[in-house]
């Protein structure tokens, strides 16, 4: 019935028309995902590992925070700090910070796989440092590059590294 109105012609043109569209759709969301997989790529991505020690360098019992660009593109860090949320706020979204230091000071950008580590010399901590309750969401390690903050650790990881004159304040305990 439909086949003896249709033509042969008509018929390859009809199947010629829907891969063709087929094929627009299919090119179309091949350049979408070669677009989403290269803005995935051009992210900067960090990894870090975090730990208190002494050393000779430094007698003094310090925070380590070493960052690890696993990226494929070069970072430029700009600052690592030690973030927090006062006990007392004078406005909701107050922050204070105190920067921590690289063990070796370089401007150059970090190559994929190249790290870094940032320092904190914990009983230069003021007793101040006074930090609203519960810790987990009010302390954080921040880490920026030029386009923003690329890393943030937050207080589960942090609070236990805060020394016991903050870790009061911190914990909530007396």
Not at 58 to 77: A, F, K, S, W
Not at 103 to 109: E, G, K, Q, R
């Amino acid at each position: 019935m439909l086949a003896d109105t249709l033509s042969g012609s008509s018929w390859i043109e009809i199947v010629a028309q829907v891969l063709g569209t087929l094929g627009f759709l299919m090119a179309l969301a091949s350049l979408r995902w070669q677009v989403h997989t290269w803005q995935e790529g051009r992210k900067e991505r960090l990894d870090y590992r975090l730990c208190q020690q002494r050393s000779t360098d430094v007698p003094e019992d310090h925070l380590v925070l070493r960052i690890i660009n696993t990226g494929m593109v070069p970072i430029y860090i700009r600052d690592a700090a030690l973030c927090w949320r006062p006990e007392k706020p004078h406005r909701e979204s107050e922050r204070r910070a105190i920067p921590m230091h690289q063990t070796t000071p370089d401007t150059n950008p970090m190559q994929p796989g190249d790290d870094r580590e940032f320092i904190l010399i914990l009983s230069r901590l003021h007793q101040d440092v006074t930090v609203a309750s519960p810790p987990e969401r009010n302390i954080w390690l921040s880490v920026s590059s030029a386009k923003g903050e690329i890393l943030t650790i937050d207080g589960t990881k942090v609070s236990p590294y805060v020394p016991r004159h903050c870790n009061s304040a911190v914990s909530g305990h007396t």
